[in-house]
């Protein structure tokens, strides 16, 4: 995939921090968090437009790298209403044409 | 505002058999894109509008057609399904140059 995403599954208690990682070989003009519930279509979190740009969302926090090839998605003092799949995607300039990572799938225990 | 909606939410098709899946958005939108999402594969680009009358291909366009006649609807047909497309279909739209995209809550597709 163009888009490596880290770890594919994560467990974690209630009140953990965690971390996810994208990385690419590819140069994007944009970045993007997303998550997936059960059911549902992907929501946007966090987009990314600058190189090393940091950017804050509540209790999620991300960056895009300053080669513009990597970013990760931090989520502080997690909640068990965070599960999800979580996906980064990058725009390579082309307009419409998004590029998504193979997800993160998060669980959190109560 | 209903957002971008999708019907049917499940559809069961034989090998073969031929199907739209619909898509509208209310917002004004002037790209829409249709992705499946396979597992462990995220989700894939199948084509993609950037407005009335113009559409292109993406990632895996092969066995899929769409059209794109109103900036509201964006169809996407399946011409001879194959047991190869089971899989879950979202549609999304985004503003002109604004990145991010808004998605439907999808259409469940097996095909036996």
């Known amino acids: 995939q163009l888009l490596e995403q880290s770890p594919q599954f994560l467990s974690i208690q209630e009140g953990e921090n965690l971390t996810v990682y994208c990385n690419s070989s590819?140069?994007?003009?944009?970045l993007q968090w997303y998550r997936q519930e059960p059911g549902e279509g992907p929501v946007l979190l966090i987009a990314?437009?600058?190189?090393?740009e940091l950017t804050s969302n509540g209790r999620l926090t991300a960056q895009f790298g300053i080669t513009r090839k990597d970013s990760f998605l931090n989520i502080s003092a997690s909640i068990p209403s965070d599960v999800g799949i979580y996906f980064c995607?990058?725009?390579?300039?082309?307009?419409?044409?998004?590029?998504f990572g193979g997800g993160t799938r998060l669980m959190v225990k109560p | 505002n209903a957002g971008v909606t999708q019907t049917p939410k499940f559809q069961v098709l034989k090998t073969g058999q031929s199907m739209t899946l619909q898509c509208a958005q209310d917002?004004?939108?002037?790209?829409m894109s249709w992705y499946r999402q396979d597992p462990g594969m995220g989700l894939r680009l199948i084509h993609y509008s950037v407005g009335a009358g113009i559409t292109d291909q993406g990632e895996v366009p092969n066995g899929y057609n769409v059209s794109r006649s109103t900036t509201e609807d964006f169809p996407l047909r399946l011409l001879s399904a194959a047991p190869s497309q089971t899989s879950v279909y979202f549609c999304?739209?985004?503003?002109?140059?604004?990145?991010?995209?808004?998605f439907g809550p999808g259409t469940r597709l097996t095909v036996t």
């Open positions: 990314l437009y600058k190189a090393g």
């Open positions: 590819s140069v994007f003009s944009s």
């Open positions: 995607a990058g725009d390579n300039n082309a307009g419409n044409m998004l590029t």
């Open positions: 999304a739209s985004s503003q002109q140059g604004v990145y991010e995209q808004y």
């Open positions: 917002m004004n939108h002037e790209y």
